[in-house]
């Protein structure tokens, strides 16, 4: 118990919060975390969108064009 006592006079009222990733940008390491989640899944769809049109456009398109023209 008196580390935490230690600790908490040293840090004075910055005991209790959470660590800044810079000293200068406002954002917390798990606001970081939760920011990087966040674009890793919007990534992944993005993949996934992409994959879907390239699908369509290669072989769904084709396949109209074709029995369009008959």
């Given at each position: 118990m008196g580390?935490?006592?230690r600790r908490k006079a040293a840090l004075g009222e910055k005991y209790g919060?959470?660590?800044k990733i810079v000293s200068w940008l406002p954002f917390t390491n798990k606001q970081a975390e939760e920011a990087?989640?966040?674009t890793t899944?919007?990534?992944?769809?993005?993949?996934?969108?992409?994959?879907a049109i390239w699908f369509t456009i290669w072989f769904i398109g084709?396949?109209?064009?074709w029995w369009?023209?008959?």
């Amino acid at each position: 118990m008196g580390e935490s006592k230690r600790r908490k006079a040293a840090l004075g009222e910055k005991y209790g919060q959470e660590e800044k990733i810079v000293s200068w940008l406002p954002f917390t390491n798990k606001q970081a975390e939760e920011a990087y989640k966040i674009t890793t899944k919007g990534a992944w769809v993005g993949i996934g969108v992409l994959a879907a049109i390239w699908f369509t456009i290669w072989f769904i398109g084709p396949a109209f064009g074709w029995w369009m023209v008959q």
